[in-house]
């Protein structure tokens, strides 16, 4: 059973910084491709990144390249976000999602509870 924890959300400033992290409850370097989804208020849920399953690939949706940066860790098991320049429409739920295989498909199997990240203007 693959469970998935995030953590680091929390509120910040316009053009502030913030990491998410995503604790995996199973061995997901070369097993599994990960990746950060997000929804806001009203909206529907929508991509943000992901990467392959050995790190070796990234994507990004348009709205947040160049701003953000996912990673994975090996060792530690765990995928990051780090955020930069954040915006107020960057304000949303962030969660953490895996699939079993090389690339993060469009609806992954598994997810975690979210995180809230809030961009105060």
């Known amino acids: 059973q693959v469970q998935l924890v995030e953590s680091g959300g929390g509120l910040v400033h316009t053009g502030g910084s913030l990491r998410l992290s995503c604790a995996a409850s199973v061995r997901m370097f070369m097993s599994y491709a990960m990746g950060w989804f997000r929804q806001a208020p009203g909206k529907e849920r929508e991509f943000v990144a992901s990467t392959s399953w050995n790190g070796g690939s990234t994507y990004y949706a348009d709205s947040v390249k160049g701003r953000f940066t996912i990673s994975r860790d090996a060792a530690k098991n765990t995928m990051s976000l780090e955020m930069n320049s954040l915006k107020p429409e960057d304000t949303a739920v962030y969660y953490c999602?895996?699939?079993?295989?090389?690339?993060?498909?469009?609806?992954?199997?598994?997810w975690g509870q979210g995180t809230q990240v809030t961009v105060s203007s």
């Open positions: 999602a895996a699939d079993r295989g090389m690339f993060l498909s469009s609806s992954p199997n598994y």
